[in-house]
């Protein structure tokens, strides 16, 4: 036997609804075995983008059934990311195939970061859940595991703009370390003293820098050239109103 309940979503939850479908109470019909989880999932949004669910004004579970002609409402994380964090010992975090870009400038900005194009979703999922990371995607449906104990949609398709996203969300502006990250392989990186490293370095680089960093896994190094003056652009744009931000 089929039930009615009506739902209503809130604030970024609407990005997974159809245009028609944002800011209106949606009925939505469901047989009995199927939990709050399943109904809001059914409907699109994946449960680690919700915060909170009430029906008819009390505060329900996500494994909650509910009753027929409920009346739902379901709210976002917007200003809740401490909350969100909660059990997530770090801002760590493992990225679809889709986010090498993306996953390269968070190695650079010091933050650990999960990537392989190899990864698979029962890998990524399996990743998250086992290093409690947070998975970002631009996969809907992935975020849709049970497993994966914090996530994140990406709604824009250019790293600038993602990045934005991301450092919004979880307010990474306060735990940015760069080069203490490789870009290639998401090793320590640590300073090196030049003579060291010298044989390693194209002859314009021995000649006109002195500062050098080397990571301990793959022994790439690293000097503050022009992929880190994007990068400290690509910040400053994010962060407009701190100016000049110097990331050294």
């Known amino acids: 036997m089929s039930h009615t309940a009506h739902f209503r ?13 944002r800011h209106i109470a949606l009925g939505y019909t469901f047989a009995e075995h199927q939990t709050v989880k399943d109904m809001i999932e ?16 009390e505060k329900v579970d996500f494994d909650q059934r509910l009753q027929p002609e409920d009346q739902v409402e379901v709210y976002p994380y917007e200003n809740g990311e401490e909350e969100l964090l909660t059990g997530i010992a770090e801002r760590r975090f493992v990225l ?16 650990d970061t999960v990537y392989d194009q190899h990864l698979h979703d029962p890998e990524l999922t399996q990743i998250a859940s086992k290093e409690q ?10 975020l849709k595991h049970k497993a994966i104990p914090a996530g994140y949609w990406l709604r824009s398709q250019h790293t600038a703009e993602q990045l934005r996203e991301v450092f919004t969300r979880y307010k990474l502006a306060d735990y940015i370390r ?16 030049k003579q060291e490293v010298v044989e390693q370095l194209p002859p314009n680089t021995q000649l006109y820098f002195n500062e050098f960093y ?11 050239g022009s992929h880190y003056e994007r ?11 701190n100016g000049n931000m110097d990331l050294s």
């Open 9 to 21: 979503f809130h604030g970024s939850l609407n990005d997974f609804l159809r245009p028609r479908q």
């Open 42 to 57: 059914a409907m699109g949004v994946p449960h680690v983008e919700v915060r909170e669910v009430m029906a008819n004004g």
């Open 96 to 111: 679809d195939v889709h986010l090498g870009t993306l996953a390269r400038s968070l190695r650079m900005l010091g933050f």
């Open 133 to 142: 990371r947070i998975l970002l995607t631009r996969d809907v449906n992935l």
């Open 178 to 193: 760069p080069f203490t990250r490789c870009m290639v392989c998401n090793g320590q990186i640590v300073p090196v003293e």
């Open 214 to 224: 080397q990571c301990r896994q793959c022994k790439r190094v690293y000097w503050k």
């Open 231 to 241: 990068m400290q652009e690509t910040v400053c744009r994010i962060f407009p109103t």
